[in-house]
Structure formats: structure tokens, C-alpha cells
């Protein structure tokens, strides 16, 4: 009999208390490999806390985390990196002063191995600068790669955003708001990106995102916050018919 496979993600009994502040409680659930789950919940709900805990920025004072079979609870950012973690920030993490073909390449450099500078000149041949290329091209920035990352358009940041991501071929990706400041425009192209990166890649994503409607069109399961605590995870369909949720919302700004 063969063993069952390993989750990619099991988040268990997870709690963080601030000084006297619960910010969460007893956090528990799993991520089979290759699901994409969208976490949502009102603002302050604790959705960045728990991706703070998981990509290793904060560290639980209670509970435990394993990243496919390995316990990562209290190992540092960079060796959650290594376990296959990849994650983008609310806050948009480019270089501004570099091009598209620049900061994507030194991501693949960070991985790749190799000096680690965006001084030397970036030869066709040159293995990391062949995988940013055919990242840039994933998300379809081929045509600006030349272009500085600090003059695109929010939804370009974060297209740029998610090739770095790409770049460290990450089993276990974390997508915190990859819509946030982006035009309404430029969202359905974005979202197909993801849903794009997921299918092709086969990885596991987790995605917190404010806009219901791109995460419930996109994911597998949602997981809803509140409070600190997780008040539901489930399909999209069997979340929005719950009464606990509904009421979780109601007069709450999503
Ligand atoms: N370092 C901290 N010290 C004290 N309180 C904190 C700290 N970090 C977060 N909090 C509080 O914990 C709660 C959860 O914050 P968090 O940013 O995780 O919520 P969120 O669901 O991501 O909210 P938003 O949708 O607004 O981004 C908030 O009330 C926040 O003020």
C-alpha cells in the first residue's frame, strides 16, 4: 500500500499573539499539492498575518507549519525558499531603476547560482537570463522587457511581480492582493495569468485578493478569515451559501 501523498501546505492549530493582541487563533487546515485556494475575509481579518506566518516573515507562538511533509515552523524566509516557497508582496517589490529583463534575472540568478549582479552584461547564452526571458514571456511582457520597471502601469508591476516569482520555480506559491492597485481593465488579463501559471505549472497556489469575483471565478477552495480566526474553507459555491459567512460580511467592507 502506498502512503498518501503529502499536503503541500498543512497549517496546524497556528496562533499568534502580540503582546496582550490575539491577532490568530488556532489555524487549521491543508493544501493538497496543486490546488489553488483563494483567502478572503474583511479587512483586518488576518488573511497577510497568516501569509506572514507561512513565508516564514513572522513566526507563530503557537501551532505548527509543514511545507510538503517538512515542518518549516520558525525556519527563516530564505529556507522556506529552498522547501519551494515562492511569494509576492502586497507592496510592489521591484527595483524601479532596473528593466523588466534586469529584475526578473536576478531572481533567476538567486536560484540559478552564479554571480549575483546585474552589472555583467546579460549574454543571450547566459542560463538565467534564458530564464527570465521565458518568464517575461509567461506573462506575456516579451515586448517591455527593456522598459524600467518604475514606468510600467500597476498591472505591469505586477505581471513583473509574478515572472520574479516564476523565476525561483516555486512549488508552493503565495499571492498576496496580485490585483491590488491594478486597473479593472487590466484584472481579467492578470487573472489569466494565474490561472495560466497554474494549470501549466501544476503548483499550489494560495491567493488572498479583495476582489471576490476574480477569486472565486479562479480558485478551487476558499478559505475565509475572520477575526483571527478561520471561519470556513470550501468550495466557492458551498462558502457563499454559508449563513456563518454571510453574517461574517454583513456590514463589513470586503
Ligand atoms: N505587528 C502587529 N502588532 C499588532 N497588531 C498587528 C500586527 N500585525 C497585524 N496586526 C493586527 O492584526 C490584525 C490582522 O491584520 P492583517 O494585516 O493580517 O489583516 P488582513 O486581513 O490582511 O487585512 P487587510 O485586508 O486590511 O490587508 C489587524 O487588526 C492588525 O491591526
Same mark, same amino acid.
Given at each position: 500500500?502506498?502512503?498518501?501523498a *503529502?499536503?503541500?501546505? #498543512?497549517?496546524?492549530?497556528?496562533?499568534?499573539?502580540?503582546?496582550?493582541?490575539?491577532?490568530?487563533?488556532?489555524?487549521?487546515?491543508?493544501? %493538497?499539492?496543486?490546488? !489553488?485556494?483563494?483567502?478572503?475575509?474583511?479587512?483586518?481579518?488576518?488573511?497577510?498575518?497568516? +501569509?506572514? @506566518?507561512?513565508?516564514?516573515?513572522?513566526?507563530?507562538?503557537? &501551532?505548527?507549519?509543514?511545507?510538503?511533509?517538512?515542518?518549516?515552523?520558525?525556519?527563516?524566509?530564505?529556507?522556506?525558499?529552498?522547501?519551494? =516557497?515562492?511569494?509576492? +508582496? *502586497?507592496?510592489?517589490?521591484? +527595483? %524601479?531603476?532596473?528593466?523588466?529583463?534586469?529584475?526578473?534575472? /536576478? $531572481?533567476? *540568478? #538567486?536560484?540559478?547560482?552564479?554571480?549575483?549582479?546585474v552589472l555583467?552584461? %546579460?549574454?543571450?547564452?547566459?542560463?538565467?537570463?534564458?530564464?527570465?526571458?521565458?518568464?517575461?514571456?509567461?506573462v506575456?511582457?516579451?515586448?517591455?522587457?527593456?522598459?524600467?520597471?518604475?514606468? =510600467?502601469?500597476?498591472?505591469?508591476?505586477?505581471?513583473?511581480?509574478?515572472? !520574479? /516569482?516564476?523565476?525561483g520555480?516555486?512549488?508552493?506559491?503565495? @499571492?498576496?492582493?496580485? !490585483?491590488?492597485?491594478?486597473?479593472?481593465?487590466?484584472?481579467?488579463?492578470?487573472?489569466?495569468?494565474?490561472?495560466?501559471?497554474?494549470?501549466?505549472? &501544476? $503548483?499550489?497556489?494560495?491567493?488572498?485578493?479583495?476582489?471576490?469575483?476574480?477569486?472565486?471565478?479562479l480558485?478551487?477552495?476558499?478559505?475565509?478569515?475572520?477575526?483571527?480566526? @478561520? @471561519?470556513?474553507?470550501?468550495?466557492?459555491?458551498?462558502?457563499m451559501?454559508?449563513?456563518?459567512? *454571510?453574517?461574517a460580511?454583513l456590514?463589513?467592507?470586503?
Open positions: 500500500m502506498t502512503a498518501p *503529502q499536503p503541500a501546505l #498543512a497549517v496546524e492549530s497556528v496562533g499568534l499573539q502580540i503582546g496582550g493582541a490575539r491577532i490568530l487563533a488556532d489555524v487549521s487546515f491543508s493544501v %493538497p499539492a496543486g490546488e !489553488m485556494v483563494g483567502v478572503i475575509g474583511p479587512n483586518g481579518a488576518g488573511k497577510t498575518t497568516l +501569509f506572514n @506566518l507561512i513565508s516564514g516573515v513572522l513566526k507563530p507562538t503557537a &501551532g505548527s507549519i509543514a511545507i510538503n511533509g517538512q515542518d518549516v515552523t520558525g525556519v527563516p524566509v530564505h529556507r522556506r525558499a529552498k522547501a519551494g =516557497l515562492g511569494r509576492t +508582496f *502586497q507592496t510592489s517589490s521591484l +527595483f %524601479p531603476g532596473l528593466t523588466v529583463l534586469e529584475n526578473v534575472r /536576478l $531572481c533567476a *540568478q #538567486a536560484r540559478l547560482g552564479g554571480s549575483f549582479s555583467r552584461f %546579460p549574454g543571450a547564452g547566459d542560463a538565467a537570463t534564458r530564464t527570465a526571458r521565458e518568464n517575461i514571456e509567461e506575456g511582457l516579451t515586448a517591455k522587457s527593456s522598459v524600467a520597471a518604475g514606468d =510600467l502601469s500597476h498591472g505591469d508591476k505586477r505581471k513583473v511581480e509574478i515572472a !520574479m /516569482l516564476l523565476a520555480d516555486p512549488a508552493l506559491i503565495l @499571492l498576496d492582493e496580485p !490585483m491590488a492597485g491594478v486597473a479593472s481593465g487590466d484584472v481579467p488579463a492578470l487573472s489569466a495569468i494565474i490561472r495560466r501559471m497554474h494549470r501549466d505549472r &501544476g $503548483c499550489t497556489v494560495m491567493m488572498v485578493e479583495h476582489h471576490m469575483d476574480v477569486v472565486l471565478g480558485v478551487d477552495r476558499v478559505a475565509v478569515m475572520h477575526h483571527g480566526s @478561520l @471561519l470556513a474553507i470550501d468550495t466557492p459555491d458551498a462558502v451559501a454559508d449563513p456563518t459567512v *454571510q453574517s460580511y456590514g463589513e467592507p470586503v
